[in-house]
């Protein structure tokens, strides 16, 4: 059993940041992989960006060079800084959690970029 605490979406003005935060427990232990996903309206969940248990990361392509994720192995929690957000960045942001054991998600939170 995996939990997932997120937070940190809500609405933005088009240019601003955000930063969410995601902290799992539970049955978890050893090599992993976390990261964010997001879903808009009638579109499919996209990746945003991951980071291993080694530091590794990976965006993509419509968000590098601006948003940065970042981990705490100790606490298996992970962040999403988003600066210059566009209105194309509007959608539920979902953390991921992969191990040897499965693949999971949290709950979602909403990211708005709005005027």
């Known amino acids: 059993q995996v939990q997932f605490v997120e937070s940190g979406g809500g609405l933005v003005q088009p240019g601003g940041s955000l930063r969410l935060s995601c902290a799992v427990s539970g049955s978890i232990r050893g090599t992993h992989i976390m990261g964010w996903y997001r879903q808009a309206p009638g579109k499919q969940r996209e990746l945003v960006a991951t980071?291993?248990?080694?530091?590794?990361?990976s965006y993509t392509d419509s968000v590098k060079g601006r948003f940065t994720i970042s981990g705490d192995n100790a606490k298996y929690t992970v962040y999403l800084q988003m600066n210059s957000l566009k209105p194309e960045d509007t959608a539920t942001y979902y953390c991921n959690f992969r191990d040897w054991a499965g693949n999971y998600w949290g709950q979602g939170t909403q990211v708005t970029v709005s005027s």
């Open positions: 980071i291993t248990s080694g530091g590794d990361t």
